[in-house]
């Protein structure tokens, strides 16, 4: 009950707040506009040049970055949320990149600096604070509410304190003394780059979206010159919004998302059929909903029991939920579908290996991965979606990397599309496969290493 009244009185911060930001609304709704642009190639390529001209400035190698930090590391802070597990994940993987050659941490904003701040935490008394409010509305399903309260009252309430927000920061930045300050963050960038701004110290923001309307929130007006925003444009709309802020080219690079080293790695794929007890004569369907997603995994485990004259074996991901676990144990599958719960695991990308489909929820992080292990997949659109994940849906089905389910009384069409149509389903691997080579590990190393100040560790 406190949770809903939290959320309640936060949504009325919309009608008492006065600085209502024309100039941001007005970007906004012009990137409301945006349209996919079905030639995505094109868009990586013009990409990609400006990245060869740019080409002598991030020269450095890994081992003579190396070199420079053996003396003495570098100490950078990791900016994230727990606000949905995608920035604790790219926080996780920026370590594993940055922390042979820094001395890298990472904190909640929401818990640390913004606390509080947090208007959430204030009318719930502490019992609650904007990670909170922001799963729990997933978990209940309640989406449109989502959209609502972050296209309209988050950034109205988080703007109108920004001036605290960037005392508060450059305070944390003071007493902490990092070289760095890297975000992994959406909203409240602009304070925290002229936090590190008056810190003197580089600052860096690695996009998790393709749809960058809270990442860029108010970021037009940004002065910080040793900045640097890192994005993943395979979505037309991601030029276009950056060039509505007037983010500098120089200030952009198209270096992907963050993605776990595990991804990377060769798989064995009989070893990892045999550690979970996959038949190795069945079609894989892999169901991965995120912790917010039990009962719609549970939906759609439940429609392809029920499917006749199907042969294939079910990975449903439960992550922690013991509910899940015992309804999917009273399900009574049809002679040819068996199934699988798949608890907590840091072994998805063996998972996806060995997988010939992947059902998932719309967010970039799934897709992401999928994309890079050349995973077909069915993105389900069966109830709405935030606002910010239509990009996603886009990307996956002008480049034909899979299919959106509606409807679930289309499941079992387009599930058989993938099983028994083999040109169909070379065709979607064959898209996958075209896909841009991930280049984050090593570019972010570089990006790193010759933002700091010449002389400091920028090697020629």
């Not at 906004?28 to 013009?46: A, F, G, P, Q």
């Not at 979505?235 to 950056?242: A, D, I, N, R, S």
């Not at 070893?271 to 892999?286: G, L």
Request: charged residues 20%; hydrophobic residues 40%; positive net charge.
């Amino acid at each position: 009950m406190q949770r809903l009244w939290g959320i309640f009185l936060y949504a009325v911060l919309a009608f008492t707040v006065h600085n209502h930001l024309y100039a941001e609304r007005l970007l906004l709704s012009k990137d409301c506009n945006l349209t996919y642009n079905h030639n995505v190639e094109d868009t990586i390529s013009r990409h990609n040049t400006h990245d060869a001209q740019k080409s002598a400035i991030y020269t450095t190698s890994v081992n003579q970055i190396h070199q420079v930090h053996q003396a003495k590391k570098k100490k950078i802070v990791l900016v994230m949320c727990k606000g949905g597990y995608g920035h604790v994940a790219a926080c996780q993987t920026l370590t594993e990149c940055l922390s042979p050659y820094y001395d890298v941490s990472t904190i909640d904003f929401i818990d640390t600096i913004y606390n509080s701040l947090d208007p959430v935490r204030t009318i719930t008394f502490g019992k609650a604070n904007g990670n909170d409010m922001y799963n729990g509305l997933l978990q209940s399903g309640w989406i449109r509410l989502s959209n609502w309260v972050y296209r309209n009252v988050a950034p109205t309430a988080i703007l109108s304190s920004k001036k605290k927000i960037e005392k508060r920061t450059f305070a944390f930045l003071e007493k902490e003394k990092p070289d760095m300050l890297i975000s992994a963050l959406p909203i409240f960038n602009l304070p925290m780059s002229n936090a590190a701004k008056k810190s003197g110290i580089p600052f860096i923001l690695v996009t998790l979206d393709s749809d960058l309307t809270n990442w860029l929130l108010n970021l037009h007006k940004i002065s910080h010159q040793n900045f640097v925003i890192t994005i993943n444009n395979t979505w037309q709309g991601t030029e276009q919004q950056l060039k509505n802020r007037g983010i500098k080219p120089e200030n952009i690079k198209n270096i992907g998302f963050p993605r776990r080293k595990d991804f990377l790695a060769k798989k064995n794929l009989s070893e990892i059929r045999k550690q979970w007890n996959i038949p190795d004569n069945k079609f894989v369907i892999m169901i991965m909903m995120g912790g917010t997603g039990s009962n719609v995994a549970y939906k759609y485990a439940k429609k392809i029991a029920q499917m006749k004259n199907l042969t294939t074996h079910v990975l449903v991901c439960v992550g922690r939920s013991t509910q899940l676990i015992k309804k999917l144990n009273k399900l009574k599958p049809e002679p040819g579908v068996s199934l699988s719960a798949i608890p907590f695991t840091k072994q998805i990308s063996d998972l996806m290996a060995v997988s010939n489909l992947l059902i998932t929820k719309t967010g970039p992080g799934s897709i992401d991965e999928a994309i890079h292990m050349q995973l077909p997949m069915l993105l389900d659109k069966t109830n709405q979606i935030l606002f910010w994940e239509r990009a996603n849906v886009d990307l996956v089905k002008h480049q034909h990397y899979g299919d959106v389910v509606k409807s679930f009384s289309d499941l079992e069409r387009l599930i058989n599309k993938y099983v028994t149509d083999a040109t169909y389903y070379a065709t979607v691997k064959n898209n996958l496969k075209k896909h841009t080579p991930y280049i984050f590990d090593r570019e972010i190393v570089k990006l790193v290493a010759n933002m700091f100040p010449i002389g400091q560790t920028q090697v020629k």
